[in-house]
């Protein structure tokens, strides 16, 4: 296993177990994230995504939660691993399974500079968030709004911390 597949294992074993302060620190400074429900910028407000998730996940709904990765693939300067995430989603307390694409770039130094997860949105919404999310999943303006909603929701837990 070279570094970037050693970091990528690191990332999702750490991600099974909802521990945010291992997976932040696979980040570079100036990282990047980018996902159907986030665009983000900087380590700051990626170790604050993975805190807001992991910290939901543990105060609500452990006893659901369970990852799983495989094809875990990186040279020098990418990586490729598939990932599946089951869980209850809190707003709806619905159960949802995404199967996630995810794409990476690496520092010289072995840490994250890029992460893209692409998965089925109108997949996911059907799931978590039932007939709503079947009529209005698949519209640009719906996305829009669940990307405007998790911004807020990540801005108001950045500002919650010290």
Request: proline share 2%; net charge positive.
């Amino acid at each position: 296993m070279n570094a970037n597949e050693h970091t990528l294992t690191r990332f999702y074993t750490a991600f099974a177990a909802l521990d945010a302060d291992t997976m932040a620190s696979c980040y570079a400074a100036n990282a990047t994230f980018e996902d159907p429900a986030f665009s983000l910028k900087g380590q700051r407000k990626i170790s604050g995504m993975w805190h807001m998730l992991c910290a939901a996940t543990l105060a609500k709904n452990r006893e659901d939660w369970r990852l799983e990765f495989r094809d875990v693939r990186a040279d020098h300067s990418s990586g490729h691993v598939h990932w599946e995430a089951h869980y209850r989603f809190s707003v709806s307390n619905r159960l949802v399974h995404n199967r996630i694409e995810a794409d990476f770039t690496f520092t010289p130094d072995g840490l994250i500079a890029s992460h893209t997860d692409r998965f089925d949105f109108w997949r996911w919404s059907r799931q978590a968030l039932g007939l709503g999310g079947w009529v209005l999943g698949w519209a640009p303006f719906f996305q829009k709004q669940v990307r405007l909603q998790t911004h807020a929701a990540l801005n108001k837990y950045l500002g919650s911390q010290p």
